[in-house]
């Protein structure tokens, strides 16, 4: 079947500019991750869903970060008044409870 | 001292030969164990994981797990150009869902 899906797949904005993010995950999966990977850098872990809810959001970097999952399905992370610093593939992953993870394709975003 | 550690490399290996990638980490409570690999500009794709102290074989994949030492190692037997990429390992503390902790990874080249 269809794997993780996440659009758009690049976006460049303004600093400043608030951005949205979307993953699509894999149909039945109740699970789902949102991880940042910097240039260079390792995946670092933002926010995990369960169902609708977010028992962890331990990894959002600051309160311009937020993210919510409606329907068991869909999620989007939201960005506001976008940094430089917030530029990085952002990766959405999903999985049944604790089997492993499914990584989307990512979106890339620039900040200029 | 990161959570999880490996060298970055890159590392150089001729065609055929066994190539040994090395990952230690910090939290004695961890309870599994990820290899990813990651092309570039793609996202991780899932390798082996393993939660038992030893060995766990998979192909031309052996994932090594040492819980006393906190270490845990991928060896890939007759490498191929094809198995250049960068490989991430990962760790679940537990807690019943999957967030995994990913060290910044390690560059493989293999050469024909």
């Known amino acids: 079947g269809a794997g993780v899906s996440q659009s758009p797949s690049n976006k460049v904005t303004e600093k400043g500019k608030d951005v949205e993010l979307r993953c699509d995950p894999i149909?039945?999966?109740?699970?789902l991750y949102w991880y940042r990977q910097s240039l260079g850098q390792g995946l670092e872990f933002l926010i995990y869903?369960?169902?609708?809810?977010?028992?962890?959001k331990s990894g959002l970097p600051s309160d311009r970060f937020s993210a919510e999952r409606t329907g068991g399905s869909v999620s989007t992370l939201t960005i506001q008044r976008t940094q430089q610093e917030d530029s990085a593939v952002y990766l959405c992953?999903?999985?049944?409870?604790?089997?492993?993870?499914?990584f989307g394709n990512g979106t890339r975003l620039t900040v200029t | 001292q990161k959570e999880v550690e490996q060298n970055s490399g890159p590392l150089s290996v001729p065609e055929g030969a066994i190539a040994s990638l090395n990952c230690t980490y910090s939290?004695?409570?961890?309870?599994?164990f990820f290899w990813y690999r990651q092309y570039s500009g793609k996202s991780p794709e899932l390798i082996m994981f393993?939660?038992?102290?030893g060995d766990k074989e998979d192909g031309r994949f052996t994932a090594q797990l040492n819980k006393a030492s906190q270490y845990v190692s991928l060896l890939i037997r007759d490498s191929q150009p094809s198995d250049s990429a960068t490989y991430l390992c990962?760790?679940?503390?537990?807690?019943?869902?999957?967030?995994?902790?990913f060290g910044a990874g390690t560059r493989l080249a293999v050469h024909p």
């Open positions: 939290d004695r409570g961890s309870q599994s």
């Open positions: 990962a760790v679940n503390r537990g807690g019943g869902y999957n967030k995994l902790i």
């Open positions: 149909s039945g999966h109740t699970a």
């Open positions: 992953a999903s999985s049944p409870l604790t089997d492993s993870l499914h």
């Open positions: 393993i939660y038992s102290n």
């Open positions: 869903f369960q169902g609708n809810s977010a028992p962890d």
